[in-house]
C-alpha cells in the first residue's frame, strides 16, 4: 500500500468514527428523554395543576378579575398556553396508536425545547400573577 492509499483509509475510518459517535449520541439523547419523560410529566402536570388553582382564585376573587395588570398577565398566559397546546398536540401521540408509530411521533416532532421555554414563562407568569395578588390583599 502507498502512502496515499494508506492516508486515504485512515480520513475514512475517522470520518466513520464521527459519524458513529454523533449516532450514539443522537440514540443516547433519545434513550434519556424517553426515560426521563414519566418524571418530567409528572412536574409539569404539577405546575399545571397550581397554574389551574391559581386562575380560579383570581376568577373568583373580588377585583382581581378586574385588575388591568393581571388581566394583561393572563393575555400572555393565554398566548403561551396555545403555543403550548399546539406543540403538544403535535408531540403526543392518539393513545390506540402503535408503538412504532407513538417512537415516531414523538421523534420527528422533538420540539422539547420549546415546549420547555413555553413552561417556563408560564411558571413566571404564575409567580408575576402570586405577587399581584399579595400585593393587592397587603
Known amino acids: 500500500m502507498s502512502g496515499l492509499e494508506i492516508l486515504g483509509a485512515c480520513a475514512a475510518a475517522q470520518q466513520f468514527a464521527v459519524v458513529a459517535g454523533k449516532t450514539v449520541k443522537f440514540l443516547h439523547e433519545i434513550y ?3 426515560k426521563e419523560a414519566p418524571d418530567i410529566l409528572e412536574k ?7 397554574f389551574h388553582i391559581l386562575l380560579k382564585l383570581v376568577e373568583t376573587a373580588p377585583g382581581l378579575a378586574n ?3 393581571i388581566k394583561e398577565i393572563l393575555d400572555h398566559c393565554l398566548e403561551d398556553a396555545g ?3 399546539s406543540i403538544l398536540e403535535r408531540m403526543v401521540p392518539p393513545p390506540k396508536a402503535s408503538r412504532l408509530s407513538r417512537a415516531w411521533k414523538t421523534m420527528v ?3 422539547k425545547e420549546k415546549a420547555n421555554a413555553l413552561m417556563e414563562d408560564l411558571e413566571k407568569h404564575r409567580n408575576n400573577l402570586l405577587a399581584c395578588i399579595v400585593v393587592g390583599n397587603a
Open 109 to 111: 416532532n422533538h420540539d
Open 44 to 50: 409539569r402536570r404539577g405546575q399545571l395543576e397550581q
Open 32 to 34: 434519556t428523554s424517553v
Open 67 to 69: 385588575d388591568l395588570l
Open 83 to 85: 403555543q403550548l397546546n
